[in-house]
């Protein structure tokens, strides 16, 4: 009964442990299965059929333009970055040269971006940073990346996916976080815990693509408000968790 204290009888042979039996410890069942996996397999394969043309929608042409990018995208569309990137890498080619520009200058540049302010700060600080510490190269590991000034786990990936070819993680936004969530992949709302999942369930080679995937997916077909799944070429393959089928 709750609150009732335990009857003890002071005797030790009635309250001595069984010793455990080498080997017989409990199997630790965190992870994905096999059957998860496979169907991640499923899912992937068909995301790449459905979307030959999936790529980082984010214009670029090395990783520096592409660190800068990202950067910007924060709290914007990809397509308002586009229209801003040109003329930012007009006037600022190189890290050396975005590293000396003037913080107002690159803030009338940004405006259109939202979180200006801050986000010319973080530009030039990562700038002075690739340049003074890297030789004026983005540096190429995980490690690196994330002691640059401004640069968090997720601009990392998309770096080092996109423009050095690494798979060192997922990089996960609005859209993963919500198919992945939807397909059963995760139960988590944290990105650093989501990613997590991700790289437990689908293999390494796929990591990058799996991000351009389900974000054109999310954009076309498993929208936030009104998913179809009726046309959803995974719809024997999604659990559709959370989500409201119509009745019929
Ligand atoms: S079946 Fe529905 S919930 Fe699952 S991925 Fe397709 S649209 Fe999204």
């Given at each position: 009964m709750p609150g009732m204290a335990k009857k003890t009888t002071g005797n030790k042979s009635t309250t001595k442990k069984t010793a455990k039996k080498?080997?017989?410890k409990k199997k630790r069942t965190s992870g994905p299965d096999a059957a998860t996996k496979q169907r991640a397999v499923t899912i992937y394969d068909k995301l790449a059929k459905q979307y030959p043309q999936a790529k980082c929608a984010l214009d670029h042409e090395d990783a520096f333009q592409l660190l800068i990018a990202t950067m910007l995208s924060a709290q914007c569309t990809d397509e308002r970055v586009n229209m801003v990137t040109p003329v930012l890498f007009k006037k600022w080619s190189t890290p050396k040269?975005?590293?000396?520009?003037?913080?107002?200058?690159?803030?009338?540049?940004?405006?259109?971006?939202?979180f200006f302010r801050q986000k010319a700060k973080?530009?030039?600080?990562?700038?002075?940073?690739?340049?003074?510490k890297h030789g004026g190269k983005v540096p190429?590991?995980?490690?690196?990346?994330?002691?640059?000034?401004?640069?968090?786990r997720k601009t990392a990936n998309v770096v080092l996916g996109n423009a050095y070819g690494q798979n060192v993680g997922v990089v996960v936004?609005?859209?993963?976080?919500?198919l992945t969530n939807r397909m059963g992949f995760t139960k988590h709302e944290d990105p650093v815990k989501i990613e997590q999942d991700l790289m437990a369930t689908f293999p390494r080679d796929d990591w990058t693509m799996l991000s351009h995937l389900l974000i054109w997916h999310g954009r076309k077909t498993c929208n936030a408000r009104k998913?179809?799944?009726?046309?959803?070429v995974l719809k024997d393959d999604c659990p559709k968790i959370g989500v409201e089928t119509k009745k019929k």
């Open positions: 080498p080997g017989t040269k975005l590293a000396a520009a003037k913080q107002e200058d690159v803030e009338k540049v940004i405006h259109s971006t939202g973080s530009l030039i600080a990562t700038s002075t940073d690739i340049t003074e190429d590991t995980m490690d690196e990346l994330t002691s640059l000034r401004g640069v968090a936004d609005t859209h993963v976080r919500r998913p179809d799944c009726a046309n959803c």
